[in-house]
């Protein structure tokens, strides 16, 4: 099966600008779950969605992020506007199971960010 | 609460010798503990995991990790390194018992091979 898919891998924005990121989850599972690393620091939740109501969003920096998944298949993040300090790299993860420990997580390979 | 500390952030070693990936982690509940593998331009790979069954645990490409609840500690290891297992390793801990959807990812140990 495919696995999760993130674009872009790479994007490089200017302070200010926005940018959207992009998952594409395992086809049926109905969790999709986001993480970041930034600055070479532990990789962080950021908001989990069950198809597509947020079922936990207490990870999420700021108003400047903003997570859709309509339709309950794939998901975008969007950093308007982006900061400095919002490098890293966005993980996406997938599961069919319920949330509880991550045996039953697909990880996509990662946005890397990079605000200039 | 939880946590996980790994202890090295970069363990370098030459090809054939034992690994030895040092984690520990914190935990008021009964854990659920993991090792993930991130190798470049590549997504996280579940290596292996404990879930209260056996204190041993093997996973893929030849590692294992034993949980010790005296110690706290779920050290990753292998007998003999190869060239394809330069990459950067993650301890993970969750609790058994929740239906919480975090997972606490350790600040990671990148592993180097030396030829």
């Known amino acids: 099966e495919a696995g999760v898919t993130q674009f872009p891998s790479h994007s490089v924005i200017e302070k200010g600008q926005t940018v959207t990121l992009r998952c594409d989850p395992i086809?049926?599972?109905?969790?999709l779950y986001w993480y970041r690393r930034v600055m070479g620091k532990e990789i962080k939740f950021l908001l989990h969605?069950?198809?597509?109501?947020?079922?936990?969003e207490s990870g999420m920096p700021n108003n400047r992020f903003l997570a859709e998944r309509t339709g309950g298949t794939y998901s975008t993040l969007k950093v308007q506007p982006a900061e400095l300090e919002d490098s890293g790299v966005y993980f996406c993860?997938?599961?069919?199971?319920?949330?509880?420990?991550?045996?039953?997580?697909?990880f996509g390979s990662g946005t890397r960010l990079t605000v200039v | 609460a939880q946590s996980v500390t790994q202890l090295d952030s970069h363990v370098s070693v030459s090809e054939g010798t034992p690994v030895l990936l040092r984690c520990n982690y914190s935990s008021s509940y009964s854990p659920s503990l993991f090792w993930y593998v991130q190798h470049p331009n590549k997504g996280l790979q579940l290596l292996l995991k404990y879930t209260s069954a056996a204190t041993l645990v093997k996973g893929i490409n030849g590692f294992e990790a034993e949980f010790k609840k005296s110690e706290t500690s779920f050290h990753l290891t292998k007998p003999s390194a190869h060239m394809s297992d330069a990459a950067e390793y993650f301890c993970v801990v969750t609790p058994t018992y929740s239906s919480a959807s975090k997972i606490i990812f350790g600040s990671g140990t990148r592993l180097s091979i030396r030829p």
């Open positions: 086809s049926g599972h109905d969790n």
């Open positions: 969605f069950v198809k597509e109501s947020k079922q936990d």
């Open positions: 993860a997938s599961s069919q199971e319920g949330p509880g420990p991550g045996s039953g997580y697909t």
